[in-house]
C-alpha cells in the first residue's frame, strides 16, 4: 500500500497498464511530454516513447474516430478528453460509432479495446464549460460502459479493469477529486469489477445511492443523519451502465428508503432511471417517494455554484424528509 | 510554427488559384491510351479479375435494383459509373490491406471474391446474413476480406481509418488502409479531423474521394468553392493526386504510387477520382428532379466499363462471346443466390440482444426473457420473431 492522491493513482493506472501489455496505446490533447493539463500522463512518454503516448491536434471527433480504428485494429486505445465538457464534437463517434461496433457488425469488428478517459463535474468555480457531469446520455446508448470512480484505490483498480475490459469504456474522473481524495492504495496490478456498486456503509433506515465526486457528500451527509439518530446505508454505484439494479433493490428491500444524488440536472438525469427501477422492483417495500437530490435544470452556473450544487446539506435535508413522510 | 517565409510590406492575399491540379488519366473512351501514356503492368489474369469484378458490379447492380422495383429488397444502391474508381483502387492494394468504406463500393467486395451468397445473405438480412439483419441492405462488412463493415453515418469511418492505419504501422507488418468517401461527405468535420491527424502521425493511410458530382441532389456547384477536394491536401501538408476516375488504368497506378508512399513512407495520400454516379444516390431517389438526361447522357458516354472493355479488346484478351457468356452466367448464379437468400429463416429472436456487450448484461438478458414471452403469446402477431421459438412453446403459447 501507498499513499496518494487519485491524478496518482490513475497514473500508476496507466502506468501498469503499459507496462503489462505493449499494445496499450495513451494519445489525446497535452497528454505527450506535458502529461496531460492534470498530469494523469505524466511520464508516460519518456517510458514508454512517443509512438504509445502522444499528443494529438486539438479535435475530439477526432480524437476518438481514431481511437475507434486504433481499437478495431486490434491496440487497446486509451484517448483523454481534457474536460467532458468537450466531449460533444465527440458524440457521434462515441454514440454512432463505439458503442454499435460490434453489434452492426455481427461481431466480425469491435472497439472492445477503447477507453476514453474525462474529467468531469464541478465545485472548481469552472463555469458551464468545466463542470458538467455529462454521465446520462451516454448511460442512453447501449453498447457503452459507464464507469465514475470516487477515491484513489477505485480509480487505478476501475481503471485497469475498464481498459482491459472487452467493451468501450468511457471513464468519468471526478476532476474536484483528483488532488483533493487521497488515500491507501496498492501496489502493482489489481482491477476492481464494473457492473458492480458497493455498498460503502451500512445502515438500516434509508438507502442513500451516488457516485464520483457525489460519494463524499453523501457520506457527509450519513454522518450528519447518524447524530439524528438515522442509520443510512451509503452505496457507490461506481458503474453508470451497465448498472447493479440488484444492488440497490436488495438495500431497500432492508431499508424502505431511497435517497439518489448527482451532480447533473435533474431532468433525465441517471436518478430518474435508478428510482422508476427501484420503484417498479420494491414498490411494496417503499415507505415514501424516491427522493432526488440534483443540480437545477439550469446550465452549470459560477458565482452561485454553492447554492446549485447538490451539497451535504441539501442531502440531509432529502433523508429527514423521507424518514419523516 | 509555420515554414520560414519571405515577409512582405504590404497586404497581400491568396486564393489557391495560385495553384493547379492536372488530372491524371492514361485511358481514352475508344479504349486507346493517351499520347504518351504507358499502361500500367497488368497482367491478363489481373486485368481480367479487375474487368470481372465491374462487370460483376454492374450486373448486380442491376438485378438488384429490379429486385427493389420488385418489392423483394427494402432498399439498394448502386455503385453504376464509379466502378474502375472502386474496383481499381482495390486492385492496386494487396488482398489484406484494409478497407473502410463509405456504402458505394461493392466493387472491392466483389474484386476480393466476396460471394454472392454473402452479398444476398447481408441484402436479405436473414439468418446466414454477417450482421444478423441488423443493418438496411448493402452495408456488408468481412472480417475475411478486410473490408470494414458499413456504417450509415457519413465520414466517421475517415478518422476511423487514420487510427486503423496507425495501429498497422506500429505493428510494421507492411500493410496499409483505403478509405473512400464521396466529395459530400469531405465537408463533414470528421474528413478535416481525419487529414490532419494523419499527416501530423504519417500515418500509412489512403484517403479515396469519389468526386461522383452529387451529394443526394446536392450538386458539386452547392457542396463546394474551391477546385474540387484535391487542394484541401495542400493545407494539411499531404500528397495528393486527381485521377479520371473512369479510367482503370489511371485509377490503378495512382493507387499503386499512392500505395508504396503510405507503406514504404509513411505519407497519407489524398486521391481524388472524377468520375460520375450515373445511378440514383439510391432506390429512394429520382434524379429527374435535380439533373438532366442530357448530363446523364454525356456521362453515359464515358462509362468505364465500356472503355476497360474496349481496352482489354486491343490487348486480344477479351471479346463479344466472353462478354455474353460472363453477362448470362452472373445473371443466372445471381438469380439463384438470390432464391437461395429469400428462403433462408430471419435471424433469431435471441441476435436482438447479442453483440450489444461481448456477453448480454442481466438486465438485457431479462428484457429478451419477457419479449419470448410475449412472442410466444402472439406469435402470429410476430412472424419473424416466432421462427426461432420452439414450435410446441409458440402452439401451446399460442393456443392460450
Not at chain 1, 492522491?5 to 501489455?21: G, T
Not at chain 1, 472492445?112 to 468531469?120: K, S, V, W
Not at chain 1, 468545466?130 to 453498447?143: D, I, V
Not at chain 2, 463479344?320 to 439463384?336: K, P, V
Request: proline fraction near 6%; glycine fraction near 8%.
Amino acid at each position: 500500500m501507498a499513499h496518494m492522491n487519485m491524478l496518482q493513482a490513475i497514473n500508476q493506472a496507466l502506468d501498469v497498464a503499459m507496462d503489462s501489455d505493449p499494445r496499450v496505446i495513451c494519445f489525446g490533447e497535452d497528454v505527450g511530454g506535458f502529461g496531460g493539463v492534470f498530469r494523469a500522463t505524466s511520464h508516460l512518454q519518456e517510458k514508454y516513447g512517443k509512438a504509445r503516448c502522444f499528443n494529438t491536434p486539438l479535435v475530439e471527433q477526432g480524437i476518438v474516430g481514431f481511437a475507434n480504428g486504433l481499437a478495431a485494429q486490434g491496440h487497446k486505445a486509451v484517448a483523454e478528453i481534457q474536460f467532458a465538457d468537450y466531449i460533444y464534437p465527440a458524440f457521434d463517434q462515441i454514440v454512432n460509432e463505439s458503442a454499435k461496433f460490434r453489434y452492426r457488425s455481427g461481431s466480425l469488428f469491435d472497439v472492445g479495446g477503447l477507453t476514453i478517459r474525462t474529467p468531469y463535474g464541478g465545485g472548481i468555480s469552472g463555469g458551464h464549460y468545466h463542470s458538467q457531469s455529462p454521465e446520462a446520455y451516454f448511460a442512453h446508448t447501449p453498447g457503452l460502459k459507464v464507469v465514475v470512480p470516487r477515491n484513489p484505490h477505485q480509480a487505478k483498480g476501475l481503471l485497469l479493469a475498464s481498459i482491459r475490459d472487452p467493451n468501450p469504456v468511457l471513464f468519468f474522473e471526478p476532476k474536484r477529486l483528483y488532488r483533493a481524495s487521497s488515500g491507501e492504495v496498492p501496489e502493482g496490478d489489481y482491477q476492481l469489477p464494473l457492473g458492480e456498486a458497493e455498498v460503502v456503509k451500512e445502515g438500516g433506515d434509508l438507502t442513500l445511492v451516488a457516485w464520483g465526486a457525489q460519494m463524499p457528500i453523501i457520506e457527509e451527509a450519513a454522518e450528519m443523519a447518524e447524530r439524528e439518530g438515522i442509520s443510512c446505508e451509503v452505496i457507490d454505484l461506481r458503474s453508470i451502465l451497465p448498472w447493479d439494479r440488484d444492488c440497490i433493490a436488495e438495500s431497500v428491500f432492508k431499508t424502505g428508503r431511497l435517497v439518489i444524488s448527482h451532480e447533473a440536472p435533474l431532468t433525465g438525469g441517471f436518478a430518474a432511471e435508478i428510482a422508476a427501477a427501484i420503484q417498479q422492483r420494491c414498490f411494496l417495500y417503499l415507505e415514501s417517494p424516491i427522493a432526488r437530490v440534483t443540480g437545477l435544470d439550469t446550465p452549470f452556473p459560477l458565482t452561485l455554484e454553492k447554492e446549485y450544487l447538490p451539497d451535504a446539506l441539501k442531502v440531509l435535508e432529502a433523508i429527514r424528509a423521507s424518514v419523516n413522510f | 510554427m509555420t515554414r520560414d517565409t519571405s515577409s512582405v510590406h504590404a497586404p497581400q492575399f491568396m486564393t489557391g488559384d495560385e495553384w493547379q491540379i492536372p488530372t491524371f488519366a492514361l485511358l481514352r473512351q475508344d479504349g486507346t491510351l493517351h499520347t504518351g501514356a504507358e499502361a500500367p503492368a497488368l497482367t491478363q489474369d489481373q486485368a481480367l479479375r479487375i474487368y470481372r469484378a465491374m462487370r460483376f458490379t454492374r450486373v448486380l447492380d442491376e438485378r438488384m435494383l429490379a429486385a427493389q422495383r420488385q418489392g423483394r429488397l427494402s432498399f439498394y444502391l448502386q455503385c453504376t459509373g464509379e466502378e474502375a474508381t472502386v474496383v481499381g483502387a482495390t486492385a492496386a492494394l494487396r488482398d489484406d490491406d484494409m478497407i473502410m468504406a463509405q456504402y458505394r463500393e461493392q466493387g472491392a467486395l466483389a474484386y476480393r471474391g466476396f460471394s454472392i451468397d454473402e452479398f444476398m445473405n447481408q441484402l436479405f438480412g436473414n439468418a446466414l446474413d454477417y450482421g444478423k439483419g441488423r443493418q438496411m441492405p448493402i452495408h456488408y462488412g468481412s472480417a475475411e476480406r478486410y473490408y470494414m463493415t458499413i456504417s450509415s453515418p457519413l465520414a466517421t469511418q475517415i478518422p476511423q481509418a487514420v487510427g486503423y492505419a496507425y495501429g498497422q504501422k506500429l505493428d510494421a507488418e507492411g500493410r496499409c488502409t483505403i478509405t473512400f468517401f464521396g466529395e459530400g461527405a469531405a465537408s463533414e468535420g470528421d474528413f478535416h479531423a481525419a487529414l490532419n491527424m494523419a499527416s501530423v502521425h504519417q500515418v500509412p493511410v489512403i484517403f479515396l474521394c469519389r468526386n461522383n458530382g452529387y451529394a443526394i441532389s446536392t450538386p458539386v456547384a452547392e457542396q463546394f468553392a474551391a477546385d474540387g477536394i484535391a487542394p484541401r491536401a495542400f493545407g494539411y501538408r499531404m500528397h495528393v493526386i486527381r485521377v479520371d476516375g473512369n479510367d482503370i488504368l489511371a485509377v490503378y497506378q495512382a493507387t499503386l504510387a499512392a500505395r508504396r508512399l503510405a507503406v514504404e513512407h509513411n505519407k497519407p495520400v489524398l486521391i481524388e477520382a472524377m468520375t460520375y454516379r450515373l445511378a440514383a444516390h439510391s432506390s429512394s431517389d429520382d434524379p429527374a428532379g435535380y439533373r438532366s438526361q442530357q448530363e446523364e447522357a454525356a456521362w453515359r458516354e464515358k462509362d468505364p466499363l465500356a472503355r476497360m472493355r474496349l481496352w482489354l479488346e486491343h490487348q486480344g484478351w477479351w471479346d463479344d462471346d466472353d462478354e455474353r457468356r460472363r453477362e448470362e452466367q452472373l445473371r443466372g448464379e445471381i438469380l439463384a443466390g438470390m432464391k437461395r437468400a429469400e428462403r433462408e429463416p430471419p435471424p433469431p429472436l435471441a441476435s436482438l440482444v447479442s453483440d450489444v456487450y461481448d456477453q448480454v448484461p442481466p438486465a438485457l438478458a431479462e428484457q429478451l426473457a419477457a419479449l419470448e414471452a410475449h412472442v410466444r403469446r402472439y406469435p402470429d402477431h410476430y412472424p419473424r420473431g416466432a421462427v426461432g421459438l420452439s414450435d410446441g412453446d409458440a402452439a401451446k403459447a399460442g393456443g392460450q
